[in-house]
């Protein structure tokens, strides 16, 4: 399968801690990478090469992960991973043997209750939540696809911190 560059922060969503050592990794799986924390999960879409073949998923340390840069992951037969990397880096990575949470069961059932859809610039919800530095949790609310999104937060010390985000046009 093929890993661009931006294909590595998928690991920004694993564990950091021990507490759960198979969330410390990215799962594997033909097509796809997923990641989480028990708190929050990301997937990707990864491209195959051609030829590839379907194989049985695994699990990659996050921090070798994180070192791949754009390349190609070919599982192996003999427990290992290999990443070949597009400045002829080549590592061999151990797959973890661990059983993965089963992630799908958490995906919401849009089809039966599709809920709000809006699209929010990436970069903008990055510089709001920049913003909210001192606060911990967050309240979301969203009226409508129209309508700005408001996140409501408190600092440590009680004081209101209130952001808003303006959808962008759903194409």
């Known amino acids: 399968m093929r890993i661009e560059k931006e294909d590595s922060a998928i690991q920004e969503a694993a564990a950091r801690e021990n507490v759960h050592f198979v969330l410390n990794g990215v799962r594997v799986e033909p097509g796809r990478l997923v990641a989480t924390d028990g708190r929050v999960l990301v997937t990707r879409e990864v491209r195959k090469e051609e ?101 409501e937060g408190e600092t440590s010390d009680g004081r209101k911190v209130l952001g808003l985000i303006m959808p962008m046009t759903l194409k």
């Open 51 to 151: 030829g590839e073949e379907d194989f049985a998923p695994y699990l990659l340390d996050r921090s070798a992960f994180k070192s791949m840069k754009g390349g190609s992951l070919t599982a192996g037969p003999n427990g290992t991973a290999t990443f070949r990397g597009e400045k002829g880096v080549e590592m061999s990575i151990p797959k973890q043997e661990k059983t993965y949470p089963k992630w799908e069961r958490v995906l919401p059932n849009l089809e039966e209750n599709p809920g709000i859809t809006i699209m929010l610039s990436v970069e903008y919800l990055q510089k709001l939540l920049k913003a909210f530095k001192g606060v911990e949790k967050v309240n979301l609310t969203i009226v409508d696809g129209e309508t700005a999104a408001t996140l």
